[in-house]
């Protein structure tokens, strides 16, 4: 299992972070999701052999936000 951190941008209530959120703990191979407004970021846990930050990177632009 790995962990990755994303910074995330453009997060602006508590339910952006619960977008965000879900959106990530819908993809396959993700085990753990927290994200914080305050610190505009995602931490993800996750299988590296089904999934990649790169698709969670996609997955965060295509909801609206912006991954740093
Ligand atoms: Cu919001």
Redesign the pocket.
Do not use: H, N
């Given at each position: 299992m790995e962990t990755v951190t994303l910074k995330v941008t453009g997060?602006?209530?508590?339910?952006?972070v619960g977008s965000v959120q879900r959106v990530l703990q819908g993809m396959d191979g993700v085990k753990a999701v927290d994200v914080s407004l305050d610190k505009a970021q995602a931490t993800i846990q996750y299988d590296a052999a089904v999934a990649s930050p790169a698709q969670f990177k996609a997955a965060i632009e295509d909801a609206g936000y912006e991954v740093a």
């Amino acid at each position: 299992m790995e962990t990755v951190t994303l910074k995330v941008t453009g997060m602006t209530c508590m339910g952006c972070v619960g977008s965000v959120q879900r959106v990530l703990q819908g993809m396959d191979g993700v085990k753990a999701v927290d994200v914080s407004l305050d610190k505009a970021q995602a931490t993800i846990q996750y299988d590296a052999a089904v999934a990649s930050p790169a698709q969670f990177k996609a997955a965060i632009e295509d909801a609206g936000y912006e991954v740093a």
